[in-house]
């Protein structure tokens, strides 16, 4: 607790003090969500505040849903749904400006404001604070080895998003889909930055399947069943392959996969399906492939350009 400080003479109200700092702490992740704060009186002591002044800086952020209280448990912190983007631009506009003003009043030069925002900047960056990104897909499976790719290669949390969901996410500050898909993300996160991206199968998964003949049985394990149409549709696209295709989804059918495994000549498997299957292997008898949907070189490396560092 010994990050919030008021200043009992300064312009601004001392509650206010205290409610925009313990909104911060709660944002920067200093308070998890279900943490108790300290009681009323306790947090009153360390400040040298009335009761009273803290009570209503709580109560004030239970209004806005940022805490909740119940009698003998004190305040705790709760998990929200954040304001809209736009919503948020405005009243940080609001903020800025305000504090451009009293920035110039104190007589600091365009330079000095623009040195004092990159230098706080940088300090908010280091407190924890996240942009929020998000990628998109119809395909759960699909979706979230997207984001894990590009989570690895912005080095920073990207998290998976069903397409079906994306209305519960208009606070999100980047999003990535499949191409196909990035007209109605835009409709849709109006306030995002939303960019789209290509997918391809592994070059060894395309040529071995490429090379096998149309007598021959291609067997496909998938976590989920909806993820089996796009990769069976994408595998005879970019091979030409004329066979037969069997899949299997590991969620419906875990119980019938040695029988599956042996009527095939190859076998493919998602890396969420893997686990659950490699039982019923014998890599001497039977010819496995992990399959992965990549996302190309090229469109991480835009992506990588327009999210900033």
């Not at 076998?267 to 292997?281: D, G, I, N, V």
């Amino acid at each position: 607790m010994s990050k919030l400080q008021v200043d009992p003479d300064g312009n601004v109200p001392v509650r206010e003090q205290l409610v925009t700092q313990l909104r911060y702490l709660i944002a920067s992740g200093h308070f998890n969500v279900n943490e108790t704060l300290p009681s009323t009186r306790t947090l009153g002591d360390q400040l040298n505040l009335s009761f009273h002044t803290v009570r209503k800086a709580y109560q004030e952020l239970e209004d806005e849903g940022l805490l909740s209280s119940q009698v003998g448990s004190g305040y705790t912190v709760e998990e929200r749904t954040p304001l809209a983007k736009s919503e948020r631009m405005e009243r940080g506009a609001k903020v800025v400006n305000d504090t451009l003003q009293q920035l110039v009043g104190l007589g600091l030069s365009d330079a000095e404001i623009e040195s004092l925002f990159q230098e706080q900047a940088t300090l908010l960056d280091h407190a924890g604070l996240e942009r929020k990104l998000i990628a998109v897909g119809p395909h759960d499976e699909i979706n979230r080895l997207c984001a894990q790719q590009l989570s690895s290669a912005l080095q920073k949390t990207v998290l998976p998003v069903p397409l079906s969901q994306i209305g519960r996410h208009e606070d999100a500050d980047f999003a990535f889909c499949p191409y196909p898909y990035l007209t109605e993300v835009l409709q849709t996160l109006s306030q995002t930055d939303t960019m789209g991206f290509t997918t391809h199968l592994p070059a060894d998964v395309l040529e071995r399947v490429a090379r096998l003949r149309n007598h021959e049985t291609l067997g496909l394990v998938t976590r989920y069943r909806d993820t089996i149409p796009p990769l069976s549709e994408d595998l005879r696209t970019g091979t030409a392959y004329g066979g037969q295709v069997i899949a299997a989804s590991i969620d419906e059918e875990a119980d019938h996969l040695q029988g599956f495994v042996e009527k095939t000549d190859l076998l493919l498997a998602t890396p969420a399906s893997e686990r659950r299957l490699r039982p019923y292997l014998d890599e001497s008898i039977h010819e496995f492939k992990e399959l992965r949907v990549l996302v190309s070189r090229d469109s991480i490396d835009t992506i990588a350009d327009a999210v900033p560092a």
